[in-house]
């Protein structure tokens, strides 16, 4: 069964809205793990719109299953990193005018970048996943760098229609997904997963880790966010039927 992921970003969003003290995503982080969350997730951006240098020092302390910061490759944020120490590392690409991260790192275009950002982390004793497109040259890209994990963005099959264009995205995933096992890699997914179109993604085979927020967060309003984390596992738990 795949881990679930619990990326709680969005409960610093509601908090920066305001520029107050809550909602406080350490506080989340705590009721997700009560939910059965495998990991917590969150993205220290460049313009800290939401998580802050505090949350993720704080959640380092409290947190006590695996902890995943995603990042761009920026020197400063990398630095962050390797002081704090996350479980794991999973870089993305990052722009200042974007809503949430759109499409995955070109581990082709920004490898002397990812090579200096993957060097510094595993110095500092800290997994490194990168999250790509599934495209196969930027796989083959990740692998050069001896990453642990890719990290597959689910976009296109969250917006892609019901039917056959959904299966087509899949298939598109599955073959991703067993290049990614090929070449030594874990394989974990994320972007766009909700409850309705979480379960054949999970039921991937070989799929390791699945990274989920929005949809999560948006649960919790209404049923709590423990109760969201656990509906959430069970669907992942239940993937096969």
Known sequence: ?????????????????????EPDPVWAAA????????????????????????????MRETVTVKLNLELACDPAIVAIACEVRPDQATLVPERREEVTTEGGLDAMGLRAKLTDAVARLHDAGIAVSLFL???????AAAAELKVEAVELHTGEYALARPGGAQKEELEILKRAGEEIRRLGMALHAGHGLTYRNVRPVAALEGM?????????IARAMMVGFTEAVREMKRLIYNCQE
């Open 31 to 58: 009721l997700a793990e009560l939910g059965g969350a495998d990991g917590i997730t969150l993205h220290l951006r460049e313009d800290r719109r939401h998580i802050q240098d505090r949350d993720l020092r704080l």
């Open 133 to 139: 497109a599934p495209d196969l040259r930027q796989i």
């Open 208 to 216: 390791h880790e699945l990274n989920i927020g929005h949809s999560i």
């Open 1 to 21: 069964m795949p881990e679930l992921g619990v990326n709680i970003d969005h409960v610093a969003t509601v908090r920066q809205a305001r520029r107050t003290n």
